[in-house]
C-alpha cells in the first residue's frame, strides 16, 4: 500500500500544493480510528510512546511532503529511489530502539539497497 500512497500522491496536480497531504490526513486518521474502533483496540499509549508516535507522525508528513514537492518538481526518479529504502530505516530504528538481533540475510539485504542506490545515483 506504501506504493498505491506514493503513485497516487504523484498524481497530485501541481496547482494543489500540500492540500493533498491534507486530504490524505482527513481520510488516514478517521479510517484507522474506525478499524481501531471495530477491533476493540486499545489507544491508550504511555508517556514514551507517545512521544515516539508523534516524533514518527512528524517525520512521515516532513517525508510525505518532501516527496509531495519533489514529484511537483519532476524529480519523482531519484526521490523513488530514496524511498525504496523505507524498509532500511525500519531495520535501523529496530537495532536502535527495540535492540534486536540483525540476521545476515538482513544485513545483506541493507547492503545490497545501498549498492542499488549508488548504482540508481550514478
Do not use: C
Amino acid at each position: 500500500m506504501f506504493g498505491v500512497f506514493f503513485i497516487l500522491l504523484g498524481q497530485a496536480h501541481p496547482d494543489t500544493g500540500l492540500w493533498a497531504l491534507l486530504g490524505v490526513r482527513l481520510t488516514s486518521i478517521p479510517l484507522g480510528l474506525f478499524v481501531a474502533a471495530r477491533t476493540r483496540t486499545n489507544l491508550r499509549l504511555s508517556r514514551r510512546t507517545l512521544l515516539w508516535a508523534g516524533f514518527a507522525g512528524s517525520l512521515d508528513l516532513t517525508a510525505n511532503a518532501l516527496f509531495l514537492l519533489a514529484a511537483m518538481e519532476g524529480h519523482l526518479g531519484v526521490v523513488a529511489v530514496l524511498a525504496s529504502l523505507y524498509p532500511t530505516s525500519t531495520v535501523l530504528l529496530a537495532l536502535a530502539v527495540d535492540k534486536e538481533r540483525v540476521r545476515a540475510v538482513q544485513v545483506a539485504g541493507l547492503g545490497l539497497a545501498a549498492t542499488a542506490l549508488a548504482l540508481a545515483a550514478a
